[in-house]
């Protein structure tokens, strides 16, 4: 199986990345040798979306200096594990929701594929050559546009009977209370920790109100924070404080090595990271309130490495 080179794909709201992954040798760490982007465009419904995916990875087929021996697809939504279909996606991604994916990406290129949640992918990644590498155990914590996660065991992701496991943006929590999340759950922790739903807790209203702006983010409410603005201070301490207490919910249930934070949000500044440690403090149980909180560090690379990966797992 090796060297050799995977055709890979990280499907998100906002683009589609396409990547050639290739392995020289057991044991050494992959490389991304081309690379190609288009705008997701989600607006357009699933059956476009699912068409550019399939361009992206011909793309990246024909890039390869020999035949790729599959594709790995990392994408927004509940990928189903039997068949990598999607079995459900929101409304940020209209019409997503039961695309043939895998097969169809199969169909195209004539060589085995293997799909599975974006944040599954990106955990992945991070499990075997990043920021969790050699861990026996790592919660993943993505803090974007939305709230992710994933639990990583012996150098696995555990995906569900669903394909859904590690929704922990959609727990509840009493920060979020009044509040509805994206999903359309109400009082979920991602309504107000993720990116637009710190956006939505400065604002006072819900992300899913008609009066929300939602050019007002987590990005900009830390721009203004950084500024000086003291409602921008506290909403990033609030939401900071509440992220917190959820991880120390989390790792009080799953008991992993360590804890690895990315997404956009990490980047809010020192104010939000002590006030997260805080809130973390407040929840842990004594004996985990050591568990290190580490940064990602493979970047937009975690899920196309990690699609590869589980390619490469599908083919052994």
């Given at each position: 199986m090796r060297p050799c080179n995977v055709v890979s794909i990280d499907l998100g709201g906002t683009k589609i990345a396409g990547a050639l992954v290739r392995y020289e040798s057991e044991g050494q760490a992959p490389s991304i040798i081309a690379r190609t982007s288009t705008p997701t465009n989600a607006a357009r419904g699933g059956t476009a979306v699912l068409d550019s995916v399939v361009a992206v990875a011909r793309e990246m087929a024909a890039a390869s200096p020999q035949p790729?021996?599959?594709?790995?697809?990392?994408?927004?939504?509940?990928?189903?594990?039997?068949?990598?279909?999607?079995?459900?996606?929101?409304?940020i991604m209209p019409g997503w929701t039961g695309q043939p994916l895998a097969a169809a990406v199969k169909e195209a290129l004539g060589v085995p594929v293997a799909a599975m949640g974006d944040v599954h992918g990106h955990a992945l990644g991070e499990t075997r050559w990043g920021g969790a590498k050699g861990r026996s155990s790592c919660l993943f914590v993505?803090?974007?546009?939305?709230?992710?996660?994933?639990?990583?065991?012996?150098?696995r992701v555990l995906v569900g009977a669903h394909g859904a496991a590690g929704h922990i943006g959609h727990t509840v929590h009493p920060a979020a209370a009044g509040f509805t999340c994206a999903c359309g759950g109400a009082d979920h922790v991602e309504a107000v920790t993720s990116g637009?739903?710190?956006?939505?807790?400065?604002?006072?209203?819900?992300?899913?109100?008609?009066?929300?702006?939602?050019?007002?983010?987590?990005?900009?409410?830390?721009?203004?924070?950084?500024?000086?603005?003291?409602k921008a201070?506290?909403?990033?301490?609030?939401?900071?404080?509440?992220?917190?207490?959820?991880?120390?919910?989390?790792?009080?249930?799953?008991?992993?090595?360590?804890?690895?934070?990315?997404?956009?949000?990490?980047?809010?500044?020192?104010?939000?990271?002590?006030?997260?440690?805080?809130g973390f403090r407040s929840q842990a149980l004594v004996p985990l309130q050591s568990t290190p909180i580490v940064p990602a560090v493979l970047g937009g690379d975690a899920p196309l490495i990690g699609a590869a990966e589980h390619l490469l797992d599908s083919l052994r």
């Open positions: 790729p021996i599959g594709a790995g697809i990392a994408a927004a939504g509940c990928i189903d594990p039997k068949d990598g279909s999607v079995l459900y996606a929101n409304e993505a803090a974007g546009t939305g709230m992710g996660g994933a639990y990583a065991v012996n150098g637009t739903g710190i956006g939505a807790l400065y604002q006072g209203v819900s992300m899913t109100d008609p009066a929300f702006d939602p050019s007002v983010n987590g990005a900009e409410v830390s721009r203004r924070a950084q500024e000086g603005e003291g201070q506290e909403t990033l301490r609030r939401a900071g404080f509440a992220l917190g207490q959820a991880i120390g919910s989390w790792v009080n249930i799953l008991d992993p090595e360590a804890v690895v934070l990315t997404g956009t949000v990490v980047n809010a500044g020192p104010l939000w990271r002590a006030a997260l440690d805080e």
